[in-house]
């Protein structure tokens, strides 16, 4: 494994410059399914390399780059591209101050990479160009997919039914990575399930609107609405096994604009989270149970209107494929705890990126890295504050340029090494 930390050292570029291409992508975010600036620097960069064919657009912005290095087999390493619909909070000289129109909602939206995407971006860009640089030591065919639209779930998706894989070779191993509020530095795979899937919905709960003088002219949503959210809660208290894992989140409700007036309608939105099949399914159906019975006990005639937004499948890590990045991580960046972690604390959150294995059959893993300033970090740890470290969807998440670009590089070089070394 020698081989492959002289290959690393010997050909990553000087990272200056992608410190400030980080910065560039950290101020210019686009929300999911508008990531068009982005996707075109994208390209604009990888066409400085002279070696990749690529294919743009694919799912609306995605991209692939292709390239072709002899026989071996073939390997796709994957970033997501799109933002969120936060206000950034950070002051840094490169925060975030754009504004989007979201397509689907028509509202102007406070934009930012609240998730690291942009580090992800980074990441494999300077990956791309070691790769570039080091084609004398590796064998076969480099694949780079820049996936829109993740936040969404439906990116992946969008660009397997858009015929990514009529326009590039069916991968054998597919790796993706996501920065995290670990202590950056850290990097880790995990075996197994990685990434919770993720069920979301609109909920709305139509009453009978009439004066706030005479509630028993009404059918109160609001009532109504704040029983439903109080149930809900009891559905991960007292129907999942505390050794299992689930999540019940109401995370938005709108009802009502006048003081005096009870309102016609109550509109919700929930975020549902499971670790297993079978648990999913359970509180799935919990969930809907209450919403209805809710309805029943404030005889309220109409009934609940519950319409699925986005979906998250579950994620697992190849056994096979993991265990051989278990091996060439553990040897390049050596274990420890400020390093590499094979059993590394799995993403809370949900991810597509799976999909684009499992729409092929093929393996997959998904390794993390942490991105928050080592001392920082420490002090948290030190003064039992970690709760108040800022994570993915934070508007204060904002990764530490370094040693976090430099983790997110490696990872992916050595994780393509790994399968395409001579």
Known sequence: MSSIKDTVSSSRPDLKSYEELYKWFHANPELSFHEEQTAAAIVKHLQTFNEFDIHSPIGGHGLAAVLKNGSGKTVLLRADIDALPVAEKTNLPYASIKVMIDRDEGVEKNVMHACGHDMHITSLLA??????????????????????????????????????????????VVVG??????????????????????????????????????????IDPIVQAAATVTRLQTVVAREVDPLDFAVVTVSAFHAGDAENIIPTEANLKLDIRAATASTREHVLNSVKTIINAEAAASSNPNQPVLTPTTNF????????????????????????????????????????????????????????????????????????????????????????????LTRGVDGYVVAALTFLGK
């Open 313 to 404: 499948p579950l994620l697992f890590n190849d056994a096979d494929v993991t265990g051989a990045l278990e091996k060439s991580f553990a040897e390049y960046f050596e274990p420890g705890k400020h390093s590499y972690q094979d059993d590394i604390a799995r993403l809370q959150g949900s991810e597509d990126f799976g999909i684009l294995a499992t729409a092929i059959g093929k393996p997959s893993c998904f390794f993390l890295y942490g991105g928050i300033d080592p001392e920082v970090y420490d002090k948290a740890e030190k003064d039992g504050k970690m709760k108040e470290l800022p994570g993915n969807h934070s508007p204060f998440f904002a990764p530490i340029i370094q040693p976090t």
């Open 127 to 172: 990956a791309a160009e070691t790769l570039v640089k080091c084609k004398d030591a590796w064998s076969g065919t480099l694949i780079l997919v820049f996936q829109p639209a993740e936040e969404r779930a439906g990116g992946a998706q969008a660009m397997v039914d858009d015929g990514l894989y009529d326009k590039v070779p069916v991968p054998d």
């Open 177 to 218: 990575a996501h920065v995290m509020p670990e202590r950056a530095g850290v990097i880790g795979t995990k075996r197994g399930l990685i990434a919770s899937s993720a069920d979301r919905f609109k909920l709305k709960i139509e009453g009978r609107q009439a004066h706030a003088s005479t509630p028993h002219r009404s």
